[in-house]
């Protein structure tokens, strides 16, 4: 599946113990935690650098996470 959007910091899980900053792919269609293929799903450089800009990417959604195999920056 392919997603344009872009990518916030944005607290997420609010009031449970799993509450915590993430960046999120925020898309036509909803919102979704952004996570890179084989990436820490909590603290990876390569997902936080994207933040404040907009994005073109592909993977596929798992537990309202976008799990991203490739993507490009559409604009900064």
């Given at each position: 599946m392919i997603l344009e959007g872009r990518v916030v910091r944005?607290?997420?899980?609010?009031?449970?113990?799993?509450?915590?900053?993430?960046?999120?792919?925020?898309?036509?269609?909803?919102?979704y935690k952004l996570r890179v293929k084989g990436g820490h799903p909590f603290a990876d450089p390569e997902v936080?650098?994207?933040?404040?800009?907009?994005?073109?990417?592909?993977?596929?959604?798992?537990?309202?996470?976008?799990i991203m195999e490739r993507y490009q920056i559409v604009s900064e």
């Amino acid at each position: 599946m392919i997603l344009e959007g872009r990518v916030v910091r944005k607290r997420i899980n609010v009031g449970s113990k799993s509450e915590h900053e993430a960046a999120v792919l925020i898309a036509p269609d909803g919102e979704y935690k952004l996570r890179v293929k084989g990436g820490h799903p909590f603290a990876d450089p390569e997902v936080q650098a994207l933040v404040g800009k907009q994005i073109r990417a592909e993977g596929f959604v798992s537990a309202n996470q976008f799990i991203m195999e490739r993507y490009q920056i559409v604009s900064e």
